[in-house]
């Protein structure tokens, strides 16, 4: 039985960008199915159906993709051009990865897991609110967070965009390990811009320190500060 799919899924899978930027597409007029304009949610038959782009044959093959995880140091920014002196993560990669779009960017005061990937399908899983992939932080404050703090923001507070809530654990000193004082895990299923700085913040607290670990199934290990790993 011929698999069916919907057209900006395949597109997604098979050019490398997103599912939104497919719908782009199709909305311009730019796609094509078997020599007629395709429209919005139309589902389709990849083995045989003739979908091209701009003219150009879309593969019927699936692409084979490209992830590679970074440790994004701090004073890096996830974007392709650089502000000012602030130079952009694209600096820490070769050549060959220099094409590959950022899944779920970090701010130039953070540092921690970075995905980069051509997969436009996996970048909207991880990035889109509907999705709630888990991603965890370890964020270090100016001062010890208070019981009722924790209880609130765990209960959700209030910013400009919505309400933020998240789930606090107290990060435990290790023998023989130096640590930040006031340092917690941080776990969230959105990822909004600045969020958790904005949410402490919103109660009188500076986050000093702000490192992302983990992002869905993708998890930071042994990867050293400013390297990467090709997965």
């Not at 340092?183 to 958790?196: A, C, D, K, L, S």
Request: hydrophobic residues 30%; contains cysteine; aromatic residues 6%.
């Amino acid at each position: 039985m011929t698999e069916l799919v919907r057209l900006n899924k395949h597109l997604a899978h098979t050019l490398g960008m997103s599912r939104r930027t497919a719908d782009i597409c199709i909305e311009e007029g730019r796609v094509h199915i078997n020599g007629k304009p395709a429209r919005l949610g139309t589902v389709v038959q990849p083995d045989r159906d003739d979908i091209r782009v701009d003219t150009e044959d879309v593969t019927k093959s699936p692409k084979r993709y490209t992830y590679v995880l970074l440790n994004k140091p701090v004073g890096y920014i996830c974007s392709r051009r650089q502000q000012g002196e602030t130079p952009t993560v694209y600096a820490l990669l070769p050549k060959q990865y220099q094409s590959l779009k950022v899944a779920g960017r970090l701010d130039k005061d953070s540092c921690g897991l970075v995905l980069l990937t051509d997969d436009g399908d996996t970048i909207f899983k991880l990035t889109h609110p509907k999705f709630g992939k888990k991603k965890v932080y370890i964020v270090s404050l100016n001062k010890t967070l208070t019981p009722d703090h924790k209880k609130q923001i765990e209960q959700g507070v209030l910013l400009d965009d919505g309400s933020s809530q998240f789930t606090i654990h107290k990060v435990q000193a290790q023998d023989n390990v130096r640590q930040r004082p006031n340092t917690y895990q941080v776990i969230m299923h959105e990822g909004r811009n600045r969020q958790i700085r904005r949410t402490f913040g919103e109660l009188r607290y500076m986050v000093t320190h702000l490192e992302r670990t983990k992002m869905g199934p993708y998890e930071l290990t042994d990867i050293k500060d400013g390297k990467y790993l090709q997965l």
